[in-house]
């Protein structure tokens, strides 16, 4: 994930959601730029990325519900054939 949030706000909030990993902080909004989601009044766009394990960048979803996005991510990466990472 990455927030256009400074690195305390973006910290914080990635510990409210109990989240296993960090969440970038962008508040210059360099990486939304660059990703092109740079949106109004300062505020990122949301959009999910999914990259492969090489890193290429193989799903651009850009219709993002939050009321379903969970349920919906986990469809795409089964589509995708994405298995989850097992530690």
Do not use: C, Q, W
């Not at 508040?27 to 660059?34: E, I, S, T, Y």
């Not at 960048?57 to 919906?72: A, E, F, N, P, Y």
Request: no cysteine.
């Amino acid at each position: 994930m990455v927030s256009t949030d400074d690195a305390d706000k973006a910290k914080e909030f990635a510990e409210s959601l109990g989240n296993a990993y960090p969440i970038l902080a962008d508040p210059d909004r360099k990486a939304a730029k660059l990703f092109g989601v740079d949106g109004f009044m300062g505020f990122a766009k949301r959009v999910t990325f999914i990259f492969d394990k090489s890193g290429k960048l193989i799903k651009v979803d850009r219709k993002v519900k939050l009321g379903s996005h969970g349920t919906d991510l986990l469809k795409m990466l089964s589509e995708l054939k994405i298995e989850k990472k097992v530690d």
